[in-house]
């Protein structure tokens, strides 16, 4: 179990001079723990100081060996060491998708940030940056179901922008607000490109939604691409230069995407989100129950991706008899997998 004293220890190793991210791992892969790395560095930070951070943040700090720490963010190479939240600390461990785009977004793209975050907020928690412009019409509207995850470049005592405070309370209520940099640290240029880093390390997917060709919403889908991470377009106008950047991405082989359907074809909901789709079936199939089971499988299918796996789980149907049932489903027309073999109505 993490305790306090464990988390300070992370916070004046990782605050102490010239100590970074690679070479904190550095540390803590040579000595095993902060506290005896600590022991070997030269002229550590300040204990009190680290005290005073863990105080101002209220314990809400996660550190990387936490298991409320993202899952998802531990899978990038070197992750920060420490996190600071405010909220609900359980949605940083789920497949977050995230909506980004222009800050000075058109009507339309505010139309369409809201419709996706609407739409997709049933199956991802909303994530964004909680700039101005798209960030903020997505995890607005994500905010009303309490899936809404902000992430901040600043500290969670330097709300930025202050325009946004009301907004940040509402995340904190119906979500979480996570950020790298502890409070009372003066912000700083470089902090905006760590909030966009942590971002996409820890979302399943970004959604671009009006990119200038020279814009932050273009670096972030960038480092999305560079990272892995699935980057998916809403297509714009050829005459709007707040699309050009978006059609770009499209072009060089990014997803284009319209409707949260197509989000959902490309990052179908995690297994348990799929098996809420069915009843299950009570007794295990036979060859006899063939026709039956096919039945049900066209009654309960629809346009929302769904695994092999998780068919066979929810009709209790052994997967090689269950494969044969798809095949014959599949020839007659009834039923098409997609581009991860999943299983769709036609």
């Known amino acids: 179990?993490?305790?306090?004293?464990?988390?300070?220890?992370?916070?004046?190793?990782?605050?102490?001079?010239?100590?970074?991210?690679?070479?904190?791992?550095?540390?803590?892969?040579?000595?095993?723990?902060?506290?005896?790395?600590?022991?070997?560095?030269?002229?550590?930070?300040?204990?009190?100081?680290?005290?005073?951070?863990?105080?101002?943040?209220?314990?809400?700090?996660?550190?990387?060996?936490?298991?409320?720490?993202?899952?998802?963010?531990?899978?990038?190479?070197?992750?920060?060491?420490?996190?600071?939240?405010?909220?609900?600390?359980?949605?940083?461990?789920?497949?977050?998708?995230?909506?980004?785009?222009?800050?000075?977004?058109?009507?339309?793209?505010?139309?369409?940030?809201?419709?996706?975050?609407?739409?997709?907020?049933?199956?991802?928690?909303?994530?964004?940056?909680?700039?101005?412009?798209?960030?903020?019409?997505?995890?607005?509207?994500?905010?009303?179901?309490?899936?809404?995850?902000?992430?901040?470049?600043?500290?969670?005592?330097?709300?930025?922008?202050?325009?946004?405070?009301?907004?940040?309370?509402?995340?904190?209520?119906?979500?979480?607000?996570?950020?790298?940099?502890?409070?009372?640290?003066?912000?700083?240029?470089?902090?905006f490109f760590a909030r966009n880093k942590l971002l996409v390390s820890m979302s399943r997917g970004i959604i671009v939604i009006e990119a200038a060709l020279k814009s932050g919403t273009m670096n972030t889908a960038e480092l999305a691409l560079d990272m892995g991470c699935e980057v998916m377009v809403v297509p714009g106008s050829p005459l709007d230069a707040r699309s050009f950047g978006s059609n770009l991405l499209i072009k060089n082989g990014a997803n284009l995407v319209q409707t949260a359907q197509d989000v959902l074809e490309i990052i179908s909901p995690t297994v348990i989100e799929q098996k809420q789709i069915f009843q299950p079936v009570a007794h295990k199939s036979s060859s006899n129950d063939i026709s039956n089971i096919s039945e049900y499988i066209l009654t309960q299918l629809s346009s929302i991706p769904v695994s092999i796996d998780v068919l066979a789980d929810v009709t209790n149907t052994e997967i090689s008899e269950l494969l044969a049932i798809v095949s014959q489903l599949e020839l007659a027309g009834k039923i098409a997998k997609t581009h991860n073999n999943e299983i769709v109505l036609v």
Not at 88 to 109: K, P
Not at 122 to 148: C, Q, V
Not at 171 to 179: D, L, S
Request: charged content about 20%; aromatic content about 10%.
């Open 1 to 191: 179990m993490v305790t306090a004293e464990d988390i300070i220890d992370w916070i004046q190793l990782f605050s102490t001079k010239n100590i970074g991210i690679k070479n904190f791992w550095s540390l803590m892969n040579v000595y095993g723990t902060a506290s005896e790395a600590l022991k070997h560095v030269k002229l550590p930070s300040d204990r009190r100081e680290a005290e005073k951070i863990y105080k101002k943040a209220q314990g809400n700090v996660l550190i990387t060996i936490d298991d409320k720490y993202s899952k998802h963010l531990k899978d990038h190479g070197f992750p920060p060491p420490i996190l600071y939240y405010s909220g609900n600390c359980e949605f940083l461990n789920e497949n977050l998708i995230s909506i980004v785009g222009a800050r000075n977004a058109s009507l339309t793209g505010r139309n369409i940030a809201e419709r996706f975050a609407k739409n997709l907020r049933e199956y991802f928690p909303i994530a964004s940056g909680m700039a101005r412009g798209i960030d903020t019409y997505a995890l607005t509207t994500a905010t009303n179901a309490g899936k809404a995850v902000a992430v901040l470049p600043f500290g969670l005592d330097n709300i930025y922008p202050q325009e946004n405070a009301k907004l940040f309370d509402k995340v904190c209520a119906n979500g979480v607000a996570v950020t790298e940099v502890p409070p009372g640290r003066h912000p700083d240029q470089g902090m």
